[in-house]
């Protein structure tokens, strides 16, 4: 399977990063670091964020200052309680990680992470990564800044929801630290739009003649027409229209209630989108009507050379014209024709598209660095226990990985109960385990 970075067609920048130099500690005594929390220290970073997104290989949406800014204000819980660790090399940002403290289960073990934020409507996470620090000792850095500082004890860095083509993912598999764990946790589909052919050359004859019955049936009920709403008084209009439809099925008031349109916050965040996209020509609602009315639509944002669906949405009393489909064939036909847009990404895998339009697949990773303490070993111990017997793999640990699991997970029996310590540990018995539990936990 190709990498993201290769189907996406960047596979010279690919061979680059592989390179021994790219690969190497040499940035590594050159890095300086620096904590700031809240949107105080957002907005002091607002230039080193937009500098650094503007280089991001390949860019995203969730790159863009805008995407977090909107988070923080309307998503976050607690803005002050998310930090900022940044790194600079000659006066230049190469890094920034937005993180939040929790505390959590991982394999029965409640540990103290630092975590990328996520939420139900963050479907993607990702630090900030200059291409030329991919690589380069980067965590290890990231792990002293946070090991500095006191006042929060933690024993895991957690990046949840990492896309394939990631740089810190690259960076993670070319110099993993010690305590470093890896697992694919769900994929992202995405559709090749370089011409209509090709983005439907995975669907198959029956359900292309399916979405052919489906627009002679609604041609039947009126008027079809097609907007693209990127801008103004239109996007405005499209926006509330798409807030309308999102919430007359099963999302709405008389069912699940989780439409956008109720919830203050959701709202205010997919608004905040809105407004601060558009202003880069960035945003994009597609409708799909009849005789003026809409009855589908697309809340999309634009990054680079992929144009994103965020959410979907659509008059369920029209099922039988399916217009999900009809737009969604209709949005890949605007891409095509666009010479700016090569992709269009569904962010998510979702059930529908599976078995019918068939799109291109990403894997989704998380990733788990470790701190070499008690705790640490034993969250490492359980995660890769769970691995090994995973339903979805079948296979059983090896020998010497059963020692390791045996051992760390001693170690999560007999700590799993204890509440976290107020300051990171400093008992030589760490260090004393790290080199052998590292041996028996670590792949080779």
């Known amino acids: 399977m190709k990498s993201g970075l290769e189907a996406h067609g960047d596979a010279a920048l690919l061979n680059d990063l592989r390179q021994p130099a790219w690969r190497s500690a040499s940035w590594a005594g050159r890095l300086e670091g620096r904590i700031g929390r ?14 650094l997104a503007a280089r991001a290989v390949p860019p995203r949406f969730i790159h863009a ?25 000659h006066g230049q940002t190469v890094a920034i990680f937005p993180l939040r403290h929790v505390r959590r289960s991982v394999g029965g073990i409640q540990l103290a992470l ?7 409507h963050l479907i993607l996470c990702e630090p900030l990564l200059a291409p030329e620090c991919s690589g380069s000792g980067l965590f290890q850095q990231v792990a002293a800044i946070l090991g500095r500082q006191t006042k929060l004890p ?12 990631s ?34 050359a995975r669907c198959s004859g029956q359900f292309k003649r399916n979405l052919r ?24 209009a499209a926006f509330e229209d798409f807030l309308r439809l999102e919430a007359s099925g099963w999302k709405g008031a008389a069912g699940r209630a989780t439409a956008i349109s109720l919830h203050p916050h959701l709202r205010g965040f997919y608004g905040e989108l809105k407004t601060r996209f558009a202003a880069a020509d960035a945003c994009l609602i597609a409708l799909l009507k009849v005789d003026g009315v809409a009855i589908a639509a697309q809340f999309c ?27 969604l064939l209709k949005t890949i036909e605007y891409c095509c024709a666009e010479p700016g847009i090569r992709h269009l990404s569904l962010v998510t ?81 760490v260090e004393s385990l790290a080199g052998p539990l590292a041996a028996f936990l670590l792949p080779p």
């Open 301 to 327: 944002l634009l990054a680079g050379h992929t144009l994103s669906i965020q959410k979907i949405a659509y008059d369920e009393t029209w099922h039988a014209e399916a217009p999900g489909s009809q737009l």
């Open 65 to 89: 200052f805008e995407w977090h800014m909107a988070y923080l204000q309307h998503l976050a819980n607690d803005a002050h309680a998310i930090h900022y660790v940044s790194l600079f090399a």
């Open 38 to 51: 809240g949107l105080a220290e957002l907005l002091f970073l607002e230039p080193h964020w937009r500098a």
């Open 349 to 429: 895998a979702p059930e529908w598209a599976v078995g019918r339009w068939n799109p291109e697949i990403q894997e989704v990773w998380e990733a788990y660095v470790f701190r070499a303490s008690l705790r640490g070993f034993g969250g490492l111990a359980m995660r890769r226990l769970k691995n090994c017997f995973s339903a979805e793999s079948g296979i059983l640990p090896a020998a010497g990985a059963g020692i390791g699991v045996g051992i760390g997970a001693g170690i999560a029996n007999s700590i799993a109960d204890q509440p976290p310590p107020a300051h990171p540990p400093e008992s030589g018995v």
């Open 213 to 236: 019955r489906q627009g002679r049936l609604l041609a039947r009920r009126g008027a079809v027409s097609l907007s693209f709403a990127r801008a103004g008084s239109e996007l405005d």
């Open 154 to 165: 933690w024993d895991a860095l957690h990046l949840p929801n990492l896309p394939d083509d």
């Open 114 to 120: 630092w975590e990328l934020p996520t939420h139900p």
């Open 167 to 200: 740089p810190a993912l690259w960076s993670l598999r070319a110099g993993p630290p010690v305590g470093t764990h890896l697992e694919r946790t769900g994929q992202s589909m995405y559709f090749r739009c370089t011409d209509p052919a090709t983005a439907l």
